[in-house]
C-alpha cells in the first residue's frame, strides 16, 4: 500500500523544492521507489529533479476527448488511457515522475477523469511511495484526481502573513471530502534569529504542529538560480537534513497511525 505525502502552501514558500528533497531522500538515500506527482499546471518538479517532461496527463485528457479517432481500433479507451498514461511516466533512477499538467477546459471530461482516477489509484500503489507536489492555494486540492493522503505538508515562510495564509489552507484542509490522516506544519526559510515572537502566536493559531524548521539554504539558491538538479546538491545541505528529520519522524508516526 503506497504511503503518500502531499505538499501543500501559499505561492513560493518552497514547495516544490521540498517535494523535489523528499523525492531525493526516498528514492536515492532509502532506496525506496517513488512515484512523484507533479500536480501543479506551471509545471517545475521535474525541472528541479532534472527530468525532461513531454507530456502530460492534461494532453491524454485533451487528446481522448478532441480525437476520439486516434485510438486505434481494437483498443478500448480504457486501454488506451492506460497505455497513454504509461507513456508520460519519466522513469528515473530511484523514481517515476508523472505530470497533470494544467487543469480541464470547458468540456465534459468525468468519464476521462472517472478512468484516470482509476489508472492514477492503481498504479500508486504499486509504489511504496507518492509524493504529490500541489499548486498554490488550496481549491484544487477538492478537484483532486487522487483519494487519501497519508501526510499532508503545508510549507509556510514565519511571517505573520505566512502564518495567515498556512491557517486559511490548514482550514480548507479540514473540509476536504479526501482523507488525510496525518498533517503537519513546515517552517522555511527561518532566520538564524529564530522565529519572532509575534509570529510563534499566530502560527500556534494555524492548528497544525511544527515538524520542520529549514534555515536559508545558500546551495538550495545556488542551485535553483543555476537551474541545476537538487539531485546534485550536496549531502550536507541543510534544508535536506531537516527534509529527512521530517520524513523519518512523520512517515514513522503516519504509519503507526499515532
Ligand atoms: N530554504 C531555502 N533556502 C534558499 N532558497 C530556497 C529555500 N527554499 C526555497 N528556496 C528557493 O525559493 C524559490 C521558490 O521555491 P519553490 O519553487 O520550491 O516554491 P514553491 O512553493 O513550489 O513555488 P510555487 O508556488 O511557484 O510553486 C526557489 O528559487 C527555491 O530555490
Ligand atoms: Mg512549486
Known amino acids: 500500500m503506497a504511503f503518500r505525502v502531499a505538499i501543500c502552501g501559499k505561492g513560493g514558500v518552497g514547495k516544490t523544492t521540498f517535494a523535489a528533497l523528499t523525492v531525493r531522500y526516498l528514492a536515492r538515500e532509502l532506496k525506496k521507489t517513488v512515484l512523484a506527482v507533479d500536480a501543479d499546471p506551471n509545471a517545475t518538479l521535474g525541472a528541479m529533479l532534472g527530468v525532461a517532461v513531454d507530456a502530460s496527463v492534461a494532453d491524454i485528457r485533451e487528446e481522448t476527448l478532441e480525437k476520439k479517432d ?7 479507451k480504457d486501454q488506451f488511457i492506460e497505455f497513454k498514461i504509461q507513456q508520460c511516466i519519466a522513469e528515473e533512477k530511484g523514481f517515476d515522475l508523472l505530470t497533470m499538467g494544467r487543469p480541464e477546459g470547458p468540456g465534459c471530461y468525468c468519464f476521462v477523469n ?3 482516477r482509476r489508472y492514477l489509484e492503481r498504479a500508486a500503489e504499486d509504489y511504496p511511495f507518492v509524493v504529490i507536489d500541489n499548486e498554490a492555494g488550496m481549491e484544487h486540492l477538492s478537484r483532486r484526481t487522487d483519494g487519501a493522503v497519508d501526510l499532508l505538508l503545508v510549507v509556510t515562510e514565519p511571517t505573520v502573513v505566512g502564518a495567515e495564509s498556512a491557517k486559511r489552507i490548514a482550514d480548507l484542509a479540514r473540509k476536504l471530502r ?9 517552517l522555511n526559510r527561518v532566520p538564524p534569529e529564530g522565529v519572532a515572537e509575534a509570529v510563534r502566536g499566530r502560527l500556534e493559531g494555524v492548528g497544525l504542529d511544527v515538524v520542520g524548521e529549514i534555515p536559508q539554504d545558500d546551495e538550495v539558491a545556488r542551485c535553483s538560480a543555476n537551474g541545476e538538479s537538487l539531485l546534485e546538491l550536496p549531502a550536507e545541505s541543510r ?3 531537516v527534509v529527512r528529520e521530517v520524513i523519518d519522524r512523520e512517515v514513522r508516526r503516519g504509519k503507526k497511525g499515532a
Not at 486516434?70 to 478500448?76: E, F, R
Not at 479526501?178 to 513546515?186: A, P, S, Y
Open 178 to 186: 479526501i482523507t488525510v490522516k496525518r498533517k503537519g506544519l513546515v
Open 70 to 76: 486516434s485510438i486505434p481500433s481494437g483498443m478500448s
Open 114 to 116: 472517472a478512468l484516470l
Open 239 to 241: 534544508m535536506l537534513a
